[in-house]
């Protein structure tokens, strides 16, 4: 009910009434076992915080996507579906002994009011793994936070160092998802590094596209909470062939197929967009290695590069949102092709538009416009995704009155359900022409 009566009324009427109401109900949800409910609802009342307090960190995709868990989670709960119910939060368990090398770290900035650092590290076999530095703090600590120091056992090292190094761990501790225990109780050693273009970390890249996309979507259908901290990163060989609209077009495979590469924060204080911007008029047509954040169909958010042509004061690698790119740093362009079109699927992006309008003014947002963006599904084929949104706007529009001439409190739960229907068919559908983009 809670989470119906904010979809209606949209951002702007989730004052601390409607919060209040949220967080009793995950409250009530952890305290009978509901352990994904109790979290997704968190999170809702954390994004609904950041957007009224205008903070940039704020994703309105964020709050829809955790919006559906909430209320998909309690639709299948009530439908007697046990699978939905997830698992309370696990401590760290003891993994054995490690030996990692370093791949990149990225700035955190994240709308819940935490910022801090984040560095992956791979092992020999290629499982990937997370050193997290983050906590309560200002946002603007995200722009030093990766040369603070990790804040493991006898490592004496940087963010910014660890992802050039390595390090032994004896009788490591990490959560389910890949974290590591840290703090100095921790038995670890800094140890040496490897570059990207030697194994072990080679071996990221030599995995197809077609299964780190199968590997990221299998993650994405999982509750926040059980998610592998690494499964959506994207480890992209190609050639840089020029701008795009949000960054790169990077061609891949040697087939034509090229991926979009944007940034995952576009706050001029990082410096990803520059970066990015730099490459992408200087470095035409030349060769990149790239990891990033896989984020729709050929598309990644770019977090650090690798190239042959790369200075060796980067240490090997580029971390976009830490370090800043000159002119000097870059050879210049070569001569290259025209860029190709990044890949153009149906417009499931019409449906997604509805739901972020939702989220974002209530039912209000449904008075116009949606029976045009139906038409406009309808003319692609695409008869569900078209019925679907009639439906949503049918619901925006109903207001029943009873016999006394109030409102039916029962509209607000047949627009959630309209809503949660749309939400379900816009996943499962993108994520089928995602893995098509792909190939």
Known sequence: MAGAEMLAGGIPGAGAVTQAALLRAGHHARATGLHTAAAASVRVVEQLRAARREEPSFQRAALTDDLRELLLVCHRVAAGDASAVGVARRDYQPVGDLRLFGVFCEPVRAATGHAGAVTYLADPGGRVWVVSDVKPAEPSVALTATRGSVDLGEVRLSHHGLARAGLRAINAHASVVGRLSHGRARRAVAAPGVGWFDDPLDA?????????????????????????????????????????????????????????????????????VGNLRLLATQARGRP?????????????????????????????????????????????????????????????????????????????????????????LAGAHLATAAAVVTGLAAAGVRRTRDVFGRLDPHDSQHLAQAWLTAAVYEQAATAEATRVAWG
Request: charged residues 20%; glycine residues 12%.
């Open 288 to 376: 990149v290695r790239v990891v990033g954040r896989f984020t729709g169909p050929a598309r990644i958010a770019a977090l650090a590069v690798a190239a042959s042509w790369l200075p060796p004061s980067y240490g090997g690698h580029a971390d976009l949102g830490a370090q800043r790119l000159t002119r000097a740093d870059v050879p210049g362009s070569t001569a290259a092709g025209p860029p190709v079109p990044p890949f153009a699927g149906p417009p499931l992006h019409l449906v997604r538009h509805q739901l972020e309008r939702v989220v974002a003014t209530g039912r209000a947002a449904l008075l116009a416009g949606a029976e045009l963006d139906a038409r406009r």
């Open 204 to 272: 990221l890249w030599r995995v197809p596209l077609s299964s780190q996309v199968d590997r990221w979507l299998a993650g994405a259908a999982l509750p926040v909470q059980e998610r592998h901290a690494a499964h959506d990163l994207a480890y992209v060989d190609g050639v840089i062939l020029g701008t795009d609209r949000s960054g790169l077009v990077v061609a891949v495979g040697g087939d034509g197929r090229t991926v979009a590469v944007g940034v995952p924060h576009e706050d001029p204080a990082l410096p990803y």
